[in-house]
């Protein structure tokens, strides 16, 4: 029988202890390169979310599988998010819930607020709008949003990622528009939705063509 090799993992061993027997550097590295490779990053805007103290969050999947390789992966995402490396930082918000979001952008430093707001090497911050109730879209819940954008101008850009019954959002958000004085962002808002209604009609033309097709 062969001797034992000292620098064989041991059996079990998980895969995050033997990431760790490599130097900081490399692991860093290694970050980079697959865990923030994406390119899009995420703000934390669900509280029951894990590791409730960090405000961005990697999509990999490592990132749950242990608090110290978390804890080095949202330190290399806080030096890179604000980087040219990153194509966009994404607030995911509920139902015009903007409270999490504030506070994220309250929270920016001026060199990252800098960095959104540049067109040439910053990302773009990107309001992902997901509308799971439409009656709890209301004007206090908008107006809050709106009202702390007139002092603050943060490049932002809408999108839609999802709207049930989308007929009743598009009520609601007229509703809220005669409501409210609109400083841009209701019309951005607006703009998004209907661009994301269009591509869901499209689809679903395209859906029906095709099942027609098959009868």
Known sequence: MSPSNATE???GMARTDLLFTLPPELRDCIYDMVVNASR???IKTAIREPFGDQQLI???ALVGTSKELNAEVYANLKRTAFSASTRKIIAVVIDFDF???IRFIQSLTPAQTSALNSTASG???VVQLN???ANNLDAARCGAWLKFRTSNTLR???E???ASDPETVADRLLSIEKALPDNGELAQMRKAFGQWWARAQARATRASGTAGLLW
Do not use: F, H, K, W
């Open 9 to 11: 993992p041991e059996p």
């Open 40 to 42: 899009d990053v995420y």
């Open 58 to 60: 990697s999509t990999n």
């Open 99 to 101: 409270r999490r979001l």
């Open 123 to 125: 990302p773009t911050m």
């Open 131 to 133: 509308i799971q109730n």
């Open 156 to 158: 932002t850009a809408y």
């Open 160 to 162: 839609i990622g999802l």
